[in-house]
Nanobody
C-alpha cells in the first residue's frame, strides 16, 4: 500500500501564492507520473498539472504561466507552486501518483486526501 500526504493548502488573497506538497510513502519500487487535480463545488475533477518521471510537464491552459509543478524523486514528493492566484482557483486540490510497488509490476494510481485552497479577499 501507498500513502499520499498533502500539505500547503489554505486561504489566500487574490494575487497571492501558495505551495502545495504531496509526499508518497509505503510500498514503492518506482514512481511514474505525478500530478495535481482540482475539484470545485459542482464541477468535475480536472487536471491542473502533471510531471513525468523524466521531468516533462503539462498544464491546464487556465494555470499556464502561474503554476509550476516539480518533483523531488529522492523524497517521492511532488510540489505545486501557485502564483497570481485567482478566485476561480478555489477548489480542493488532489495529488495523484502512478506507483509500481514491485519490479515488473503494474503501475497503480493513488490519490491524496485533498487539500482546500480558497482564494478570496
Amino acid at each position: 500500500q501507498v500513502q499520499l500526504v498533502e500539505s500547503g493548502g489554505g486561504l489566500v488573497q487574490p494575487g497571492g501564492s501558495l505551495r502545495l506538497s504531496c509526499a508518497a510513502s509505503g510500498s514503492i519500487f518506482a514512481i511514474n507520473a505525478m500530478g495535481w487535480y482540482r475539484q470545485a463545488p459542482g464541477n468535475q475533477r480536472e487536471l491542473v498539472a502533471r510531471i513525468t518521471s523524466g521531468g516533462f510537464t503539462n498544464y491546464a491552459d487556465s494555470v499556464k504561466g502561474r503554476f509550476t509543478i516539480s518533483r523531488d524523486n529522492a523524497k517521492n514528493t511532488v510540489y505545486l507552486q501557485m502564483n497570481s492566484l485567482k478566485p476561480e482557483d478555489t477548489a480542493v486540490y488532489y495529488c495523484c501518483t502512478e506507483v509500481r510497488e514491485v519490479p515488473r509490476g503494474p503501475y497503480i494510481t493513488y490519490w491524496g486526501q485533498g487539500t482546500q485552497v480558497t482564494v478570496s479577499s
